[in-house]
Nanobody, 121 residues
Framework: VQLQASGGGLVQAGGFLRLSCASS????????MGWFRQAPGKEREFVAA????????YYAGSVKGRFTISRDNAKNTVYLQMNSLKPEDTAVYYC???????????????WGQGTQVTVSS
């Protein structure tokens, strides 16, 4: 599974961005998908995950209520809608694929290249 993340950028606090992660593989719909982020000097942390069917999305407490994960299996794409962005959301965001949705990044064998999100105060 090859993953390509996009949609990052520079935004002011309170703004929004939508990240996309496109897969080139024909088996995309069989994988659970996750979004993770890593800020400079910090460990990679879980943001959100969604099952292969699009059901049962779940989120890190720090983004719950502000971020929404969704997927379109017909387009082989998973999205992360990020609203009410805060400076502490600044990080490189990665999408990842696994056989089951999980908050542990070590479970995910397939990763996109990352997209930078910078939120200014």
């Amino acid at each position: 599974v090859q993953l390509q993340a996009s949609g990052g950028g520079l935004v002011q606090a309170g703004g929004f961005l939508r990240l996309s992660c496109a897969s080139s593989g024909r088996t995309f719909s069989s994988y659970a998908m996750g979004w993770f982020r890593q800020a400079p000097g910090k460990e990679r942390e879980f943001v959100a995950a969604i099952s292969w069917s699009g059901g049962s999305p779940y989120y890190a407490g720090s983004v719950k209520g502000r971020f929404t994960i969704s997927r379109d299996n017909a387009k082989n794409t998973v999205y992360l809608q990020m609203n009410s962005l805060k400076p502490e959301d600044t990080a490189v965001y990665y999408c990842a694929a696994a056989s089951g949705a999980d908050s542990d990044y070590r479970v995910y064998p397939y990763w996109g290249q990352g997209t930078q999100v910078t939120v200014s105060s």
